[in-house]
């Protein structure tokens, strides 16, 4: 391989490592559960979280390199890279549908987060009712179908589910929040965001009925969000 692409491999496995960390500072996970994952750029690779590994205990050394089909590549000539010992993600098939059906995407993130997977164990799209949502998200937060692990079949619900609408999160039903972005830091703020909106709009439902946000006005927050706001 070629220096250029072993140094674009190191520093994807250190930043995919780095932003786990976000996933717990903003309790967005438990234990071992939940993953970062970021397509390699310019590759048909990608770099994702080892299973079972503890948060605390994570460094970029063990962040697993695959190709788009999940397969674990082999390292340098030197062997400085990856750890025969340890497995990838057990959602990492999921990830690699992604990746493959879905270009523009270069980072995916999966959590349990609390109120986001009480949506998803519901079956039920959190409406836009939120300017933020408006912002973020161009419209509710959908729900995919029930799907099983262990093959690309969640995968394929959050391509399907994902495809026609702004929303770069989307709840798998009865399992949790999937979010995605250009790049992995984009996909773990979809993440924080997601759950932010889902116990908000949780809240304001005990209080009552909240107020839909007439589609039109979804629309113009979401065009000047996404193309004006910021620098």
């Known amino acids: ?29 438990a234990w071992t559960a939940g993953n970062v994952s970021a397509r390699v750029p310019g590759t048909d690779l990608m770099v994702i979280k080892p299973s079972g590994v503890s948060y605390q205990d994570l460094t970029p050394e063990q962040m697993v390199v695959t190709d788009l089909y999940g397969t674990p590549v082999p390292g340098n000539d030197d062997g400085d890279w990856g750890n025969p010992a340890l497995s990838p993600s057990s959602d990492t098939a999921a990830h690699a549908y992604v990746y493959r059906h879905m270009p523009e995407v270069g980072g995916v993130v999966h959590t349990h987060s609390t ?28 729900v995919g179908p029930f799907a099983l692990i262990g093959d690309d079949s969640i995968g394929h619900g959050i391509v399907e589910t994902l495809k026609n609408s702004n929303s770069p999160a989307v709840l798998m039903q009865n399992h949790g929040p999937f979010t995605i972005g250009k790049d992995a ?17 949780h809240i304001a439902r ?10 039109g006005h979804i629309d113009s927050l979401y065009a000047r969000y996404q193309n004006v706001y910021g620098q």
């Open 185 to 201: 830091k984009s996909a773990v703020k979809a993440a924080v965001m997601c759950e932010e909106v889902a116990r908000t709009v």
């Open 115 to 142: 109120y986001a997977t009480a949506w998803a164990a519901r079956g039920e799209a959190i409406p836009c009712v939120l300017t933020m949502m408006s912002d973020e998200f161009g419209g509710e937060i959908p």
């Open 206 to 215: 005990q209080l009552g009925d909240p107020l839909p946000i007439d589609q």
């Open 1 to 29: 391989m070629s220096a250029a692409l072993l140094d674009a491999i190191a520093r994807t496995r250190a930043d995919v490592c780095a932003l786990h960390a976000e996933l717990t500072r903003y309790e967005l996970v």
